[in-house]
């Protein structure tokens, strides 16, 4: 009886904790996010600043104003100089890689969109395996001066699976798999912890 009762907790806790956690985050978000942007316009002496949940509508324009500002050639190149004077500061230099790690794993999709398969590769030696993904085809020229057919493969790090570098494999080196983009992932960032559902190769 115990022993059911603590099986049920477990299961339980395990589905309740990441749900709870997400909630609260996200409302702590908000909350944090309002009371940022309201004491800001405030200082600004703006009057809606005393409305709640307001104050966070403006801060989504500004934000959609800074993206528009760093995706084009100065705006980038102004970001590029900031950025560079962060990464060398004491504890900046620690916190904010990680938390821009984050934030592109979270919400930059058309960076997964770019990977076409998760594929399985003999590297760094025969008979150890590195999980990559599979971006294109080679150039015909690359594959005219080898002599072979080749494929553009991006072998990701871990924890930080938008870094890594890019590879040239013959074709019939390469292992297909039937394991979705997120789950490599999860994969990844567990650092192995989290294996894919389902991992269906063929050569």
Do not use: W
């Not at 104050?55 to 989504?60: D, F, K, P, Q, R």
């Not at 705006?75 to 230099?93: A, M, N, Q, T, Y």
């Not at 076409?116 to 590297?123: D, F, G, R």
């Amino acid at each position: 009886m115990f022993n059911n009762l603590r099986k049920y907790f477990i299961s339980g806790f395990v589905v309740f904790l990441p749900i709870a956690l997400t909630v609260y985050l996200f409302f702590l978000a908000l909350d944090f996010t309002d009371a940022f942007f309201g004491k800001f316009f405030s200082k600004l002496g703006l009057g809606f600043a005393g409305y709640r949940g307001l104050s966070i509508i403006v801060g989504i324009y500004i934000i959609i104003l800074i993206g528009f500002f760093t995706t084009h050639f100065l705006g980038r190149k102004i970001h590029d100089f900031f950025e560079r004077l962060v990464l060398k500061l004491p504890f900046f230099k620690q916190v904010y890689p990680a938390l821009k790690e984050m934030a592109v794993f979270l919400f930059a999709r058309e960076r997964l969109t770019s990977f076409k398969q998760v594929v399985l590769i003999e590297y760094p030696r025969k008979g150890v395996y590195a999980m990559g993904f599979l971006t294109n085809d080679t150039s015909k020229e690359i594959n005219e001066n080898v002599k072979g057919d080749l494929c553009n493969v991006f072998i990701p790090s871990s924890p930080g699976p938008l870094t890594g570098f890019t590879i040239l494999v013959p074709k019939k080196e390469i292992v297909h798999t039937h394991i979705s983009i997120e789950d490599a992932f999860k994969f990844i960032v567990s650092g192995g912890v989290v294996n894919p559902h389902e991992l269906v190769s063929s050569r």
